[in-house]
């Protein structure tokens, strides 16, 4: 099954860019994953969490103070002591608490959306580098070893099983690229949350502290 070594250097070269390719994109990705979890952008998600609490938290908590203590002071007026607990009870007031206390739920969720969308940057970076080393893995050791014994004839016999394991090697890339595409899309959507985040809460609302 002897081949051209021009054919054979072509393919080598091709081989070699991809695999280069994987190899640096998979350390920029790891790279971008380990930056994540260090204290610059833990202070960032610190901060930005503050400012959600400051315009977001803390008004509904005011509110929600406010109209406790005026219910208080009309419970009282009537001889009567306010008890949280009976408050979705109230048919007069119920409506008011319960819209409260949802705002608030929500204001808690989006925070902790956050904080999540972080944390599945890291999961997604880790997962773009292990998939982008592993085509660099499979590409190299099996069309490398294929390239080398076709310029013999030693692989004559197999030549059926050579083209199988061929296919085997260029649809399992054609899958890890199909699933580094996917986490691309991931990491697009994730990265806009935080992003949008940051410019809202740091960037176009500077804090002073």
Known sequence: MLVSTDLVASIAVAVGLLIGASI?????????GASLL???KADELAEIRLGMRDEETMPILEKLWEFLNRTNQELRKTNREMKVSELSLDTGRRGKFNDLINDLFQSFKGEIEIKQSLEDLTREYSHLGGALYSIAGIAGFGSYSILILSLTNWLDPFSLEVGSGGFIIALTCSILGIYIVVLLKRVG???KVYQDAMKKYLLEVPKLR
């Open 24 to 32: 640096e994109f998979g350390h920029r990705y790891r790279d971008r």
């Open 189 to 191: 959507r994730k990265l």
């Open 38 to 40: 260090e204290k610059p």
